[in-house]
């Protein structure tokens, strides 16, 4: 059985790509709010510590099919949290799921 859920897929793909956006914005010490990004390229570009051909692949993300889009995501996820450790060791970043796991679906 395929989901009807296209929309909210791109909302949850969209929302992560903000979110990984404003964790490196911080990292990079570097003004970004959500509502007045025009400029992607434009933004990442002022980013020294950012995970490789990251506007390319952001926007790849609402392209690619939902299992390779998921996976570009979670290397995203990846690069940019050791990038965070990279640069604040002492910080403790604890992530509700570990990189690369799955929620389990509900049973009915």
Known sequence: MTR???????????????????????????YFARFELKRLR????????????????????????????AAELGRLVV???DLVLRELPDLELPLRRPPGT?????RI
Do not use: Y
């Open 42 to 69: 434009a933004l990442v570009g002022k980013l020294e510590h950012a995970p490789p051909h990251l506007a390319d692949r952001l926007e790849s993300l609402v392209h690619l099919p939902p299992p390779e889009a």
């Open 79 to 81: 690069e940019t949290r």
């Open 102 to 106: 799955r929620a389990e679906p509900w």
């Open 4 to 30: 009807d859920a296209e929309l909210w897929r791109l909302d949850m793909l969209l929302d992560a790509a903000f979110n990984l956006l404003g964790v490196l914005a911080a990292l990079n010490r570097v």
